[in-house]
């Protein structure tokens, strides 16, 4: 009996040791070489805009269709295609970035909040660089500069700023054409598509059309029932165009001014400007 109580308490003992063991023990986490306790990596770790475009694999370009020569539909070999200057310098940037080109074709007022909803990539599509869009977007260096005229029809009297009072004035909506009508006192008849705003003229909807020379000048060549005529009061372009990226973008903006400092070192720019503005 006594040896049977002695193997009981023996039992008893080890039992008791081993849990007391466990209890002892502290839970731990993996350390480095100093001793500090390993976090967690992050394996989602940000990238910028530009190796989001190349993992992806395509630069999504947003831009307005209906300002040639920057950038109209044209049918080619029986397809709508979009050509332009704008559009040479959009596959131009594709290219330095070894992605292809997704064009979107959109308004011209809806492209700033497209931007900002990070629906494209960025806006090449004539933007006039103002301090106003400076708030809310950054822009490229200036890759074309020109000034602004006053679409009217070839019969038209109008040649002063005072001739265009109680007079309407087709403007894009959203554009630097709409705040200097506006600025000046005009009375605006805003129109998403240029194209639209032509028209307007030709069927005396309105007395006369306000947009930049390049894209005046290329109204005139299509139609030969307009003309421009140059106003000072209204010339001012208020900059030049350049490419609108979202805020802190700044790896693309590097990238798309590398690609302009190449285009004129290259003599490419001045082929393009040629081909599209023939200046």
């Not at 909040?113 to 960025?122: E, S």
């Not at 599509?125 to 869009?133: D, F, K, L």
Request: proline share 3%.
């Amino acid at each position: 009996m006594k040896k049977f109580v002695v193997f009981i308490l023996a039992v008893f003992l080890v039992l008791s040791v081993t849990g007391c063991g466990n209890n002892s023990q502290p839970t731990t986490q993996p350390q480095n070489q100093n001793n500090a306790v390993a976090q967690p990596q992050d394996s989602s770790e940000k990238k910028g805009k530009v190796d989001e475009i190349k993992a992806r694999g395509e630069l999504i370009v947003g831009l307005s269709a209906d300002y040639p020569p920057y950038e109209s539909h044209q049918i080619i070999n029986g397809e709508d295609k979009i050509v332009g200057f704008d559009i040479d310098l959009a596959q131009a940037i594709a290219d330095e970035l070894g992605v292809k080109l997704n064009i979107v074709d959109t308004s011209f007022n809806g492209l700033i909040p497209m931007l900002q909803a990070n629906k494209i990539d960025v806006i090449i599509s004539g933007m006039t660089a103002t301090e106003e869009r400076e708030k809310s977007v950054d822009f490229s260096d200036i890759y074309f500069a020109g000034k602004n005229l006053v679409l009217v029809k070839k019969d038209s009297n109008i040649a002063t700023i005072d001739d265009l009072k109680d007079k309407l004035v087709a403007v894009q909506l959203g554009t630097t054409q709409e705040a200097a009508a506006q600025k000046a006192g005009m009375k605006t008849k805003p129109i998403n598509l240029l194209t639209d705003a032509v028209m307007e003229l030709k069927n005396g909807k309105v007395d006369a059309v306000l947009a930049t020379e390049v894209v005046a000048n290329n109204f005139i060549k299509l139609n030969d029932d307009i003309k421009a005529v140059y106003i000072k009061e209204l010339a001012d372009e208020g900059g030049g165009s350049a490419a609108a990226v979202n805020e802190g973008n700044k790896d693309l903006v590097d990238v798309i001014n590398k690609v302009l400092k190449e285009l004129k070192d290259s003599g490419k720019y001045d082929e393009m400007i040629n081909k599209w503005f023939g200046a």
